[in-house]
Each structure stands twice: as structure tokens, then as C-alpha cells.
């Protein structure tokens, strides 16, 4: 993208920069604004996406209440505007979910960890995320507010039940996401997040995969399988997750779930990887992370 | 032409007022009303780091920025490494360990490397090598660079 034709392109007629919910949330639902907070998706894609569509461009980042990362009663609350670093640098996180402090580290590099928002990443829906892997195996619910009557409406969506397709989700036009919240996780869990690409830093995911679960003498319980990069949206893999809950894991109970996993993931052929490579890619991971867990 | 939007930022320690484009990016801003051209356009995307500046003391790619956000910042460049008492010790360093060739990526390096080291006074070489890798060079094969801001970190340490 040159500078001439960047500025060829969109043409914006409003600014908006709100300081309250309400203001934000009431323009949201009088108009056709594209809504910036880190910029690290919005800013690529303003060769199009900007000029397509929006007439109106809003700056979430003043309204307050968006931010912090903060614990109430067993309830996690990641507000939209926290960045990758803030996830990546959070000793509450750390201790209570570290699968996304894990997942933030793989996330881009420093400079769009420093800018880019956890509601940015689950807002741009899309089937390559990084972020939203680890909230799909903390059942995560995504908060969303919206204009209503005169007064700010609140609704949340469980984030396994959020995504519709690539780019799209159940978030409706007049919506903006404002946190994401799950429960804090106890003590001695086990967490871990892949991801590959050509490049270390910087890659979108051929395939990632985020696995938690609870090992008490050799047996599993409480598993959550999710992948990314594998379907039109990050998924879990339910029936997987099922089939190793309870039990004790060994040579035959790993191939099975192997296979289990593959009959769970609809990968395609696209300019990143092929749909064979990427089978092989999740079931690499599953495998090496259960022998992990096997391995202690 | 887009709407323009009055901005207020400190830039490299004064106070800057512009109007720029609602959908200018905080690098054209920087380059085309601020008259700062060490930030560098090369990918666009957030992929190589060339853009690479200070915003209230966290590193960001400058063309992923919308110029709007501007307002209020406090924002360095690589201009703003110059001080009457010479070059940034960053910059020393890559002008000692020759680690600039076309020099196009050498501004964005040299913002990335002055935050991780305004960050961590006490980071390792491997963190080093993490932290810069947002950063493309295509000259150097990196040696240089990173050789360079393990200097300047053990000489500030």
C-alpha cells in the first residue's frame, strides 16, 4: 500500500472519539461507523474494508470501563480494549489462566502485542485467532453492549456459540463488545497453546490448538480441546474432549483420540497450508501434548 | 477527501498541533505533516517493524495507528533519540558494530531496540533477539543488529 494510494482511498465523513459507554454505544446505533481500537486489523485491511463500508470511524479507546484485567469472585473479567501485552504481563492471568498468557507469547510481535485488543481479536472473527483458542477452552462469554430504549443494553454470548463463519459472528450491527469473563481456574490444571507458521513471530496460524485439562493420578478430567485454523470458525473438539474424559491415558486411548479429533476438524486447502497438511498438523499436536500429559 | 480532525500530541518532548485526515494513518501523519521521515513505509501490515515509533512508552507500528489517535499522546521518533549530548547510545552502538546497510530498517530497530531496553534494563540476549522480532532486515542477516543492542544494553547496564 503506497501513501498515494492510501489517501486516494477511504472517504470519511465523522470522527468519533467517545468518553462514556452510552455516547458510544448510541452512535454505534445511529450509523455506519467502523469502530478502531488498536488498529492492527481495521488499518491493514484501509485499502478496503474502510472504504468499503464505514462513513463514520469511532475511537473506542476513551470510553471508560473497556480496560483492565480484574478478578470478582471467581469470575475473570478481561475488559475489550486490554492488549496482548497487558494479557501477556498479568500475574492474575498467569496464575488463574495461563493458557492465555502462554497464547499472547506466540501473539504477532511486541509491537502489535502493544496495540492489539483481546475485543479486536474476537471482533475480526476470524477461523485463524489466536486469542480466541484459549478463551474457547475457558468457556469464555463475551459481553456485548448496545443501545436500547434510551439506556445501554448488555447481553452475553458464550464464545463457543459466537462465531458463525470467517469474519462473521452473532454480534448484531449496533453491538460493541465490551469484555470477555470466564472462571478463574484452579490451582495445578494443565494448559498449552500451539501454533505454526513459516515464522516464528508474526504468523497467522496454519494451525493452532489450545488444550486444558486436569490430571489426578494418571486420569484426565475437565479437557477442553480447542482449534483454530481447521474449520470456518476456531472450534472445539467436543467429542474428543468426551472421549478422554475420566480416563487414564495410554498408547491405544491416544490413537483413538487422534482419530477422534481428525473425524472433528474441516479443514481447507488455502494459500497458507492444504487441508492434508493441516490434518496432520492437529494431530501432531494433539498427540505430542497428550504424550505430554502422559509423560508428566 | 476525508474529514480532517484537530490533533494535540507532544512530539519528541513539544507540544504538536495538526489536522490530519480521519483516515490517515499515525506514519503519514508523522511523515507528511510532521515532516519526520525516519518512520518508513515498507509493508504496510504490521510485518516488518520499518514503521516503528514510541507511543506513551510502548513500541507500535506507526502505519497500523489511525493518525486521530494521535491526540493526547506522547509520541518519540528516531528524531527524538538526538540529544546536545550526541546520538542515542542505541544508535552508537549500530554505528560502532556496523550494523546498518541500505538502512532502511534502521530506524524502526533502533525505536524497537530503545524500548526493550528502556524496558528492561536487565534483558538477556535471547530477549533481545524476541524482542526484535518485529523488525525485517533484508541486508544484514541480523548479526550486526542484534550484536549491536547487546552493546548498547551491557553499556547501559
Given at each position: 500500500m503506497s501513501e498515494t494510494a492510501s489517501q486516494a482511498v477511504p472517504r470519511i465523513e465523522a470522527y468519533y472519539a467517545p468518553t462514556s459507554l452510552e455516547e458510544a454505544v448510541e452512535q454505534i446505533a445511529a450509523g455506519d461507523v467502523a469502530i478502531v481500537a488498536g488498529g492492527t486489523d481495521l488499518m491493514v485491511t484501509a485499502n478496503g474494508a474502510l472504504r468499503r463500508i464505514k462513513r463514520g470511524l469511532m475511537n473506542i479507546r476513551h470510553v471508560p470501563g473497556l480496560d483492565g484485567i480484574a478478578e470478582t469472585g471467581g469470575r475473570i473479567r478481561i475488559g475489550a480494549l486490554a492488549t496482548m501485552t497487558d494479557i501477556l504481563e498479568s500475574d492474575l492471568l498467569r496464575a488463574k489462566a495461563p493458557i492465555l498468557p502462554a497464547t499472547a507469547d506466540r501473539f504477532a510481535s511486541v509491537q502489535i502485542r502493544n496495540a492489539a485488543s483481546v475485543g479486536g481479536n474476537i471482533a475480526n472473527a476470524s477461523p485463524a485467532a489466536d486469542m480466541v483458542i484459549p478463551l474457547l477452552c475457558l468457556d469464555a462469554e463475551v459481553e456485548l453492549a448496545s443501545w436500547k430504549d434510551g439506556a445501554v443494553s448488555t447481553r452475553t454470548l458464550p464464545i463457543t456459540d459466537y462465531f458463525t463463519g470467517p469474519g462473521k459472528s452473532k454480534r448484531?450491527?449496533?453491538?460493541?463488545?465490551?469484555?470477555?469473563?470466564?472462571?478463574?481456574?484452579?490451582?495445578?490444571?494443565?494448559?498449552?497453546?500451539?501454533?505454526?507458521?513459516?515464522?516464528?513471530?508474526?504468523?497467522?496460524?496454519?494451525?493452532?490448538?489450545?488444550?486444558?485439562?486436569?490430571?489426578?493420578?494418571?486420569?484426565?478430567?475437565?479437557?477442553?480441546?480447542?482449534?483454530?485454523?481447521?474449520?470456518?470458525?476456531?472450534?472445539?473438539?467436543?467429542?474428543?474432549?468426551?472421549?478422554?474424559?475420566?480416563?487414564?491415558?495410554?498408547?491405544?486411548?491416544?490413537?483413538?483420540?487422534?482419530?477422534?479429533?481428525?473425524?472433528?476438524?474441516?479443514?481447507?486447502?488455502?494459500?497458507?497450508g492444504t487441508a492434508w497438511y493441516r490434518r496432520r498438523l492437529a494431530r501432531v499436536y494433539l498427540e505430542e501434548e497428550l504424550r505430554n500429559v502422559l509423560e508428566g | 477527501m476525508s474529514l480532517k480532525v484537530e490533533i494535540e500530541l507532544t512530539l519528541n518532548g513539544a507540544t504538536a498541533r495538526a489536522s490530519v485526515p480521519a483516515h490517515w494513518s499515525a506514519l503519514t501523519a508523522l511523515r507528511q505533516t510532521f515532516d519526520l521521515a525516519g518512520a518508513k513505509l515498507a509493508c504496510g501490515e504490521g510485518e516488518c517493524g520499518s514503521c516503528t515509533v514510541i507511543v506513551d512508552g510502548e513500541s507500535v507500528n506507526s502505519c497500523l495507528m489511525p493518525a486521530v489517535d494521535l491526540n493526547g499522546r506522547t509520541v518519540r521518533t528516531v528524531e527524538g533519540l538526538w540529544t546536545d549530548d550526541g546520538v542515542d547510545p542505541v544508535q552508537r552502538a549500530f554505528i560502532e558494530k556496523g550494523a546498518v546497510q541500505c538502512g532502511f530498517c534502521t530506524p524502526g530497530m533502533i525505536m524497537q531496540a530503545r524500548y526493550l531496553l528502556d524496558r528492561n534494563s536487565d534483558i538477556t540476549d535471547a530477549e533481545i533477539r524476541r524482542g526484535l522480532e518485529g523488525n525485517v532486515c533484508r541486508c544484514t542477516g541480523y548479526t550486526k543488529i542484534v550484536d549491536a543492542v547487546i552493546t548498547a544494553a551491557r553499556a547501559a547496564a
Open positions: 448484531e450491527a449496533g453491538e460493541l463488545i465490551t469484555a470477555v469473563e470466564f472462571d478463574a481456574q484452579g490451582a495445578g490444571g494443565h494448559a498449552a497453546f500451539f501454533k505454526t507458521g513459516p515464522r516464528p513471530a508474526l504468523e497467522i496460524a496454519i494451525v493452532s490448538m489450545g488444550f486444558m485439562a486436569r490430571i489426578d493420578g494418571g486420569t484426565l478430567s475437565d479437557i477442553r480441546i480447542a482449534f483454530g485454523a481447521v474449520a470456518p470458525t476456531p472450534i472445539r473438539a467436543p467429542e474428543t474432549e468426551k472421549l478422554l474424559d475420566g480416563q487414564t491415558l495410554d498408547d491405544d486411548l491416544i490413537a483413538r483420540a487422534l482419530e477422534s479429533a481428525d473425524t472433528e476438524i474441516k479443514p481447507i486447502d488455502d494459500v497458507r | -
